[in-house]
């Protein structure tokens, strides 16, 4: 099997793209734009330049702002080329104008400090680092920009020189001050202060306000929490506290090299607890050496601090209360390294990939078809709102009136009732009078119908969260539901879905859109006509208009071959398909199950790549190879997702039974969290057709109009699907909730015109390219088998095939009286050799020799009697 090579664009810096042939494109790639190492630069100088040009302007501004006023005034009313000849600022028109939005009109002379921030991103973005720690800068800037203009629109307002001082407060300082002056009067200098001292305690977490010095201690920081040396002991701790020694100055531990002898007035200390505190006192009966004399430690104080100390920032401050009489060895400070905590040993591929983020920025998926455009609304049917005919007034009145008509007649009196208008059918929510039971409402169904004249009701008790009774009643004249009204509104325009699905609107007319990638797959079942074909083609346009081609793969499987060749034009965008396959669309049941098994093959290989990548989905291992944290040399590539979609289940089911079956439930099983989920539709949901192993995986469920009860409670587990009234009228089940939905219409004409419109685009040079699967044939449906291995009767079987032209396992069973093992292997001989085509389900083999001439000179070449 041939080596595959990573799909996408994997980072090599210093290869380049070659251009298309077809010509220059242009696009525009907005991540890269923002991203890149060079538009970072160019908009961090741009930064930079802003706030000094905004600088100079307000620097200007002070002296020449008066000259400048009548000509900011008259702007509009003559040529910028004269005005700017008559402004006096520094920076001309430009910083005439700016200078005059934020001084005078906004914060005056409180405006200097602003430009600080521009500047400080661009030094940021320029440079890599920072000249000053740019998020708290920025909030005090904003802050102390307010607050001075504020104090200084109180300094001119008091002062009286509103006309002559304005531009210090700016508008915003002089209008808070008018406003508090109203309140206050002169007070409103209190309010001020207090505001400035609100912000000190709570941006700089300032707890308490000590106003003590505290002597004999160098560093001001644990002043106010340490007792002085001349501080009065008393309690406990009176019976243990030593005469006051000279205290040495304090010399942070970290400033002793390991060979640096501290100096001796600093008690030896064993052990330095971890949080701070000495373990315990020393008694009176703790062993004493006799050679030294016993220090004896005061009891340690807990610093109230508000950050944790280290054990090191207590190293000075344990000091001996008596001379050391023994010279002390050196203390040599021990490190031990920190223990191990699961960090990856070596750092050197993060770095790696840190480096390779800041050269050439996130990567991006969608750069192979950079010139790629998503299909626009004007690929589909305009909405004809003149065509639409309304439910009526005397419609509602009519059918609420023989609905209290009907109860009352059989007892059952009614409160209180509510219509809810809907596309396709009306909801009447109505609430009985105590003492009336449910089920005395749900047997009356039929006589409801019956009074009503309608097609088919649904009654709906009680109302899931309402506490209310549902009769669903169709409209006389149904409302069509156009894919463009739902495509094209602004709730799917801003899905922020991984595989956004429009299924239609619900009761309410509101568009029900879902997630295919939480569903995680969605079975459907419908009879012939209900609407079923144009769901599924539903479902793929809403995909199809929402993702691009990098980021979703579609697997049609289509046995029936005319409901899904559309979307042939697709196969280099969207399609995925086995290697060397022609057709995208899989039709051949052999070839359905060979793509259902490399599925699974491909599923395994995403499990790996996760495992090896340290995530659990498909989103996180994408995200992170989009940081650049995933080495595409180590077989790593973004992973796109894979939607199987399957068209008429009940088919491959009768044809290949468990060969089906195993792949799809190992599928609808795992493989989830990969990207891949399975959309399967089937005509009759008979448990034949969706066994219990296939049914438990699939928590979606959606019916359209079936025949019977039994295959609604089959596809839905309650009844309601044969009631529905057809033409895309259907019932969605998601963990037990269940919805009515009018699916929206979509013809042949828009499925071409969307197709045709991406295939004329640039694709990829061939299909997505499944694993390679090679079953128990071989992979190709021969046995390959010598020719000693051959069935004697496989001349006679040859010519007997040829004679009738009909390749079937049957006629060799009567014909030659053999059992159905032998026929079968004696056939699979004869498509070995050539004599018949291969297996096509229920059908008879192709007959490859259409005369027995012909057959013999084959048999002959092939040594065969």
């Known amino acids: 099997m041939p080596e595959k090579t990573p799909r996408g664009n994997s980072y090599r810096p210093k290869e380049k793209k070659e251009e298309s042939s077809s010509g220059f494109q242009f696009s525009l790639n907005w991540r890269g734009i923002i991203s890149s190492p060079r538009s970072s630069l160019a908009w961090g100088m741009f930064f930079m330049l802003i706030g000094l040009l905004l600088e100079i302007s307000f620097l200007s501004y002070i002296f020449t702002g008066t000259a400048d006023q009548s000509v900011v005034d008259g702007l509009g009313q003559e040529p910028i080329r004269d005005a700017g000849r008559q402004t006096r600022n520094a920076l001309g028109l430009f910083g005439a104008t700016a200078s005059h939005i934020f001084v005078y009109r906004w914060f005056g002379v409180a405006a200097l400090a602003l430009p600080l921030v521009p500047f400080l991103s661009g030094w940021k973005l320029v440079f890599r680092s920072e000249l000053l720690p740019l998020a708290r800068t920025t909030k005090e800037v904003i802050?102390?920009?307010?607050?001075?203009?504020?104090?200084?629109?109180?300094?001119?307002?008091?002062?009286?020189?509103?006309?002559?001082?304005?531009?210090?407060?700016?508008?915003?300082?002089?209008?808070?001050?008018?406003?508090?002056?109203?309140?206050?009067?002169?007070?409103?200098?209190?309010?001020?202060?207090?505001?400035?001292?609100?912000?000190?305690?709570y941006f700089y977490n300032v707890t308490s306000i000590d106003l003590k010095k505290k002597v004999g201690r160098q560093s001001d920081t644990y002043a106010s929490d340490y007792p002085s040396a001349d501080a009065e002991v008393t309690g406990d701790d009176a019976e243990v506290q030593p005469a006051p020694a000279p205290v040495a100055p304090y010399r942070p531990l970290e400033e002793y090299t390991y060979e640096e002898e501290i100096p001796t007035n600093h008690a030896p200390v064993s052990t330095v607890p971890t949080n701070g505190v000495a373990d315990s006192d020393l008694s009176e009966e703790a062993p004493v050496e006799k050679e030294l004399p016993v220090e004896v430690q005061p009891k340690a104080v807990v610093p109230k601090v508000e950050e944790p100390l280290e054990p090191e920032d207590f190293a000075g401050f344990f000091l001996d209360e008596s001379?050391?009489?023994?010279?002390?060895?050196?203390?040599?400070?021990?490190?031990?390294?920190?223990?191990?905590?699961?960090?990856?040993?070596?750092?050197?591929?993060?770095?790696?990939?840190?480096?390779?983020?800041?050269?050439?920025?996130?990567?991006?998926?969608t750069i192979d078809l950079p010139s790629y455009q998503f299909p626009t609304e004007e690929l589909l049917n305009e909405i004809n709102e003149n065509q639409q005919e309304k439910v009526s007034q005397e419609e509602l009145e009519s059918n609420k009136n023989r609905i209290v008509e009907t109860l009352g007649s059989y007892g059952i009196n009614i409160s209180k009732i509510k219509a809810t208008i809907g596309p396709t059918v009306t909801l009447y929510e109505i609430i009985p009078e105590a003492g009336v039971r449910i089920s005395k409402i749900k047997n009356l169904e039929g006589d409801i119908a019956l009074s009503?004249?309608?097609?088919?009701?649904?009654?709906?008790?009680?109302?899931?969260?309402?506490?209310?009774?549902?009769?669903?009643?169709?409209?006389?004249?149904?409302?069509?539901?156009?894919?463009?009204?739902?495509?094209?509104?602004?709730?799917?325009?801003?899905?922020?879905?991984?595989?956004?699905v429009v299924l239609g609107k619900n009761i309410s007319n509101e568009i029900h859109i879902a997630d295919l990638a939480k569903m995680p797959h969605l079975l459907m079942a419908g009879a012939t006509g209900q609407g079923k074909s144009v769901g599924l083609n539903v479902i793929l346009a809403s995909l199809i208009y929402k993702k691009h081609p990098s980021q979703l793969k579609f697997v049609l499987?289509?046995?029936?071959?005319?409901?899904?060749?559309?979307?042939?034009?697709?196969?280099?965008?969207?399609?995925?398909?086995?290697?060397?396959?022609?057709?995208?669309?899989?039709?051949?049941?052999?070839?359905?199950?060979?793509t259902l098994n490399s599925l699974c093959i491909e599923m395994d290989a995403r499990y790996d790549l996760l495992k090896e990548g340290a995530v659990r989905n498909i989103k996180e291992y994408n995200a992170k190879f989009v940081?650049?944290?995933?080495?595409?040399?180590?077989?790593?590539?973004?992973?796109?997702?894979?939607?199987?979609?399957?068209?008429?289940?009940?088919?491959?089911?009768?044809?290949?039974?468990?060969?089906?079956e195993t792949p799809i439930a190992r599928l609808a099983q795992l493989a989830r969290?990969?990207?891949?989920?399975?959309?399967?539709?089937?005509?009759?949901?008979?448990?034949?057709?969706?066994?219990?192993?296939?049914?438990?995986?699939?928590?979606?469920?959606?019916?359209?109009?079936?025949?019977?009860?039994?295959?609604?409670?089959?596809?839905?587990?309650?009844?309601?699907?044969?009631?529905?009234?057809?033409?895309?009228?259907?019932l969605l089940a998601i963990n037990s909730d269940i919805v009515r939905l009018q699916c929206p219409f979509i013809d042949t004409r828009e499925v071409e015109d969307i197709c045709d419109f991406i295939g004329s685009q640039r694709g990829y040079e061939e299909a997505y390219a499944l694993?390679?699967?090679?079953?128990?044939?071989?992979?190709?449906?021969?046995?390959?088998?010598?020719?000693?291995?051959?069935?004697?009767?496989?001349?006679?079987?040859?010519?007997l095939i040829v004679t009738h032209q009909q390749g079937s396992t049957s006629l060799i069973q009567r014909k030659m009286k053999l059992g159905y093992n032998r026929a079968g292997?004696?056939?699979?001989?004869?498509?070995?050799?050539?004599?018949?085509?291969?297996?096509?389900g229920s059908k008879a083999r192709d007959v490859l020799f259409h005369d027995l001439e012909s057959l013999e000179q084959h048999m002959k070449s092939m040594a065969i009697a």
């Open 825 to 840: 292997r004696i056939m699979d001989q004869l498509e070995v050799i050539g004599v018949v085509g291969p297996f096509t």
């Open 673 to 730: 969290a990969v990207g891949i989920h399975l959309v399967l539709a089937t005509q009759r949901p008979s448990v034949k057709v969706i066994t219990g192993l296939i049914k438990a995986n699939f928590p979606a469920r959606l019916s359209f109009r079936v025949t019977s009860s039994i295959d609604s409670r089959t596809i839905l587990d309650t009844g309601g699907a044969e009631q529905l009234v057809g033409q895309g009228d259907m």
């Open 452 to 500: 009503l004249a309608a097609l088919g009701i649904r009654i709906i008790a009680p109302m899931p969260g309402r506490g209310t009774i549902g009769i669903e009643v169709p409209n006389k004249n149904r409302e069509t539901v156009f894919i463009r009204s739902v495509l094209g509104s602004e709730r799917f325009q801003k899905a922020n879905y991984d595989l956004p």
């Open 323 to 365: 001379p050391v009489v023994a010279t002390e060895p050196p203390l040599i400070l021990e490190v031990d390294e920190a223990p191990s905590l699961g960090l990856p040993p070596d750092d050197e591929e993060e770095d790696i990939s840190e480096k390779i983020l800041r050269e050439a920025g996130y990567y991006d998926p």
């Open 627 to 660: 940081q650049r944290r995933l080495n595409p040399e180590k077989g790593h590539k973004f992973l796109p997702y894979i939607v199987l979609v399957i068209d008429e289940l009940a088919d491959l089911m009768m044809t290949a039974g468990k060969e089906v």
């Open 143 to 201: 802050f102390y920009t307010l607050w001075v203009s504020m104090l200084m629109g109180y300094v001119v307002l008091m002062s009286g020189t509103e006309q002559s001082l304005s531009f210090l407060s700016g508008g915003f300082g002089y209008e808070v001050n008018t406003l508090l002056f109203g309140l206050l009067r002169w007070g409103s200098i209190l309010a001020i202060a207090f505001i400035l001292f609100l912000y000190v305690v």
């Open 557 to 594: 499987v289509d046995p029936k071959k005319v409901e899904l060749t559309l979307f042939n034009k697709l196969e280099r965008h969207f399609l995925a398909k086995l290697p060397n396959s022609e057709e995208a669309i899989i039709t051949d049941t052999k070839k359905v199950i060979y």
């Open 771 to 799: 694993p390679e699967y090679e079953g128990e044939d071989g992979g190709e449906g021969r046995a390959e088998l010598n020719v000693e291995d051959f069935d004697q009767l496989l001349g006679e079987a040859a010519r």
